[in-house]
């Protein structure tokens, strides 16, 4: 295991080295199965698409259905197959950016396989992590699943627009997440109401030209 | 990776043997994070309880905020924290086996760790698996993983309560689930509302008798 992620890191590392030099932001966006990350990307293409020119790695255990929804978007599109495998490594992800134009793309977003585990121990040579989490999965998972959240640099918490059907403990939630990640900003959005997408996405132009 | 498996269905198989000479039934309950499997649990031996003997093996990566809420029933609970790893393995939980009183119990529920994809491949000696979906991962969850469903005996929809307020394409959802495993039963509950709660438990007493 040790060596898989010690080769994982080297590869990772020729990644960054590549993205830099073409200027290439990586988001490695990283949730459970089902949190939203798909109708966010859409969410973030129609704001983006004017301002700067993104590119999606779309990453899954099987099919192309998450792809197929973004296609819409006149944006360089690599779907990544797992066949079975739980998360992305940055061996599959160097292969999809030699099938991507990078001098022609700013910001490039990879949606991970939905997993909250072990995602967070493979490094694809992103420049950070963001985190999505829905109301639906319960307040308990940051602290649960803690790794994700130490490493994202930005938790969006998903599906607010269901909040007054379920219990979701907000302060709860938010005070797990300040124990484990003191500074991390917390972005509540629901995808499907386009709610918070404003916030979401001028946190990540900051983040962009910074 | 195939000696990996390989050692872990030999130690599976010794769990299946000794369960049987026990006369315990075992079952592996597998979703993605926060689908609502402890909630199904509660109510699960609020049924049970007066009717069989129950006992439950919480697989949790860390903490043990999940066999906390099952403590208000007088049952025994052995908490597995993989410590970051992905997955119940049969290893792991032939050690709880072995700190359990298996004469005094009939059916040994396991809720292993939440992702959808790493425990389908760990036999962990169960008599069978059960997938619990949540109606807010969406209908897509069976065809983009489809390895969970394949081995499962019965799906569980969970948080059937939320249906009117997302898109939830339910005749897809079936659709998909019946190209995957054409007989398997699907059982729709809200266990947070107590509603189809009594067609699972009907469903298991069943399957306990056969």
């Known amino acids: 295991m040790r060596n898989v992620l010690d080769r994982n890191q080297d590869k990772a590392e020729d990644n960054r080295k590549i993205?830099?030099?073409h200027n290439v932001k990586m988001i490695n966006m990283i949730s459970s199965p089902g949190a939203g990350k798909t109708t966010l990307l859409e969410r973030s293409c129609e704001?983006?698409?004017?301002k700067v020119n993104v590119g999606v790695i779309e990453g899954d255990a099987y099919t192309d259905r998450d792809a197929k929804r973004?296609?819409?978007f006149d944006i360089p599109i690599v779907q990544i197959n797992t066949e079975g495998s739980c998360h992305l490594d940055s061996n599959s992800v160097a292969k999809a950016l030699e099938n991507i134009d990078l001098g022609s793309v700013?910001?490039?977003?990879v949606e991970n396989v939905g997993n909250l585990i072990c995602p967070t121990a493979f490094d694809l040579g992103e420049d950070f992590v963001v985190a999505v989490l829905s109301t639906t999965e319960g307040h308990d998972k940051p602290a649960k699943y803690p790794m994700l959240f130490r490493k994202a640099k930005a938790t969006i918490l998903?599906?607010?627009d269901l909040l007054p059907y379920i219990n979701f403990d907000l302060p709860g939630f938010e005070k797990d997440l300040k124990d484990i990640n003191p500074h991390m900003p917390i972005i509540q959005t629901s995808a499907t109401q386009a709610s918070g997408i404003d916030q979401w996405n001028l946190w990540l132009m900051g983040e962009l030209k910074g």
């Not at 704001?47 to 004017?50: G, I, N, T, V």
């Not at 700013?106 to 977003?109: A, G, M, S």
Request: charged fraction near 40%; glycine fraction near 0%.
């Open 19 to 21: 993205l830099k030099e």
């Open 47 to 50: 704001y983006l698409q004017d």
């Open 70 to 72: 973004l296609e819409r």
């Open 106 to 109: 700013d910001v490039l977003f």
């Open 158 to 160: 998903n599906k607010t």
